[in-house]
């Protein structure tokens, strides 16, 4: 079964659709290799038979997707057009990828949200409005894969996606503000959420692991400042890996790892590599 992952935010603008679009395209496919492309999908909706392995990338931001404008994509088919087949009941299969289009090459897929907020708020309340009864019954029509769906800030609907979610990854700044509001909410998404973890990006005056404790989550994962690695993967260029410091990327896949280690049947998981809690990758090095 393809799993759900949901990005959201509590306030600001920390960075979670940059995160969600790291863990779309840096997600491993059960192998580990990078998918084989059988999830193509066209604006004539053709799209994998059981989508085994794809990566989806949905975005449901009420405040409108800019994921299609970073990679020049069109914003149809995206969140509308799988809206409004939700709606009707027309489609059955895994609808998701039906709507979707190519993100990486090969790899990955995008449904993007509308730019205008209006439209996107439409398309995500109707999804949500007609139950997630369809985007589970996608997700199980395929045997493997991921859907990482970015909600934005997360309000009452926003919430109920979380709820529907295998894991919820909340991402906040590191400030002392930041972090004062995800305390406040934190009671609340842990009880809607199966599991949550939160994602800290840039400075923060405080150890992640001391957050974590503070705030009760198993994990609590830094994602440097890092314009550089932001700037290519806006545009789907490779990450420059640099030695001897701690990288965006690097920590994505960290994130990713410790999400995967949650979210997948024990039969998927992969061994966690020594580097998971190696002090060159975890949070203790860029605190
Ligand atoms: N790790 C990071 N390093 C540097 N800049 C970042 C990072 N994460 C996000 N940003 C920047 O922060 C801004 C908001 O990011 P975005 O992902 O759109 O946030 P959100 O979806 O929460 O509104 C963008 O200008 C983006 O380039
Ligand atoms: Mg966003």
């Given at each position: 079964m393809r799993r759900m992952v949901v990005v959201a935010s509590?306030?600001?603008?920390?960075g979670a659709t940059t995160t969600a679009l790291a863990l779309a395209t840096q997600w491993p496919t059960v192998d580990g290799e990078?998918?084989?492309?059988?999830?193509?999908?066209t604006s004539t909706g053709t799209s994998a038979?059981?989508?085994?392995?794809v990566r989806l990338l949905l975005e449901a931001d009420p405040s409108g997707g800019d994921v299609a404008a970073w990679r020049g994509l069109?914003?149809?088919?995206?969140l509308l057009d799988l809206a409004a087949a939700v709606r009707h009941g027309s489609d059955s299969g895994d609808l998701i990828a039906r709507w979707a289009q190519p993100l990486t090459k090969p790899g990955a897929l995008l449904v993007p949200a509308p730019a205008s907020a209006a439209q996107a708020r439409a398309g995500s309340e109707l999804l949500a409005r007609n139950s997630f009864a369809a985007v589970r019954g996608a997700n199980e029509a395929a045997s493997s894969g991921v859907l990482v769906v970015d909600v934005g800030r997360l309000g009452p609907v926003e919430t109920s996606w979380a709820g529907a979610a295998d894991a919820l990854v909340l991402v906040c700044k590191g400030g002392v503000d930041a972090l004062a509001h995800v305390a406040a909410a934190i009671e609340d998404l842990k009880a809607a959420a199966s599991w949550m973890c939160l994602a800290v990006v840039g400075?923060?005056?405080?150890p992640m692991a001391e957050i974590a404790r503070n705030l009760g989550l198993d994990r609590v994962q830094h994602l440097p400042w890092d314009p550089d690695a932001v700037d290519a993967l806006r545009r789907g260029a490779p990450p420059r890996r640099r030695r001897g410091r701690h990288t965006l990327p690097a920590a994505m896949e960290d994130l990713i790892r410790e999400v995967r280690r949650h979210v997948e049947l024990p039969a998927a998981r992969p061994a966690a590599p020594p580097s998971a809690e190696s002090p060159t990758h975890g949070w203790e090095s860029h605190r």
């Amino acid at each position: 079964m393809r799993r759900m992952v949901v990005v959201a935010s509590v306030k600001g603008a920390p960075g979670a659709t940059t995160t969600a679009l790291a863990l779309a395209t840096q997600w491993p496919t059960v192998d580990g290799e990078a998918p084989t492309g059988r999830g193509r999908s066209t604006s004539t909706g053709t799209s994998a038979s059981d989508g085994a392995g794809v990566r989806l990338l949905l975005e449901a931001d009420p405040s409108g997707g800019d994921v299609a404008a970073w990679r020049g994509l069109s914003q149809s088919p995206g969140l509308l057009d799988l809206a409004a087949a939700v709606r009707h009941g027309s489609d059955s299969g895994d609808l998701i990828a039906r709507w979707a289009q190519p993100l990486t090459k090969p790899g990955a897929l995008l449904v993007p949200a509308p730019a205008s907020a209006a439209q996107a708020r439409a398309g995500s309340e109707l999804l949500a409005r007609n139950s997630f009864a369809a985007v589970r019954g996608a997700n199980e029509a395929a045997s493997s894969g991921v859907l990482v769906v970015d909600v934005g800030r997360l309000g009452p609907v926003e919430t109920s996606w979380a709820g529907a979610a295998d894991a919820l990854v909340l991402v906040c700044k590191g400030g002392v503000d930041a972090l004062a509001h995800v305390a406040a909410a934190i009671e609340d998404l842990k009880a809607a959420a199966s599991w949550m973890c939160l994602a800290v990006v840039g400075p923060c005056p405080y150890p992640m692991a001391e957050i974590a404790r503070n705030l009760g989550l198993d994990r609590v994962q830094h994602l440097p400042w890092d314009p550089d690695a932001v700037d290519a993967l806006r545009r789907g260029a490779p990450p420059r890996r640099r030695r001897g410091r701690h990288t965006l990327p690097a920590a994505m896949e960290d994130l990713i790892r410790e999400v995967r280690r949650h979210v997948e049947l024990p039969a998927a998981r992969p061994a966690a590599p020594p580097s998971a809690e190696s002090p060159t990758h975890g949070w203790e090095s860029h605190r």
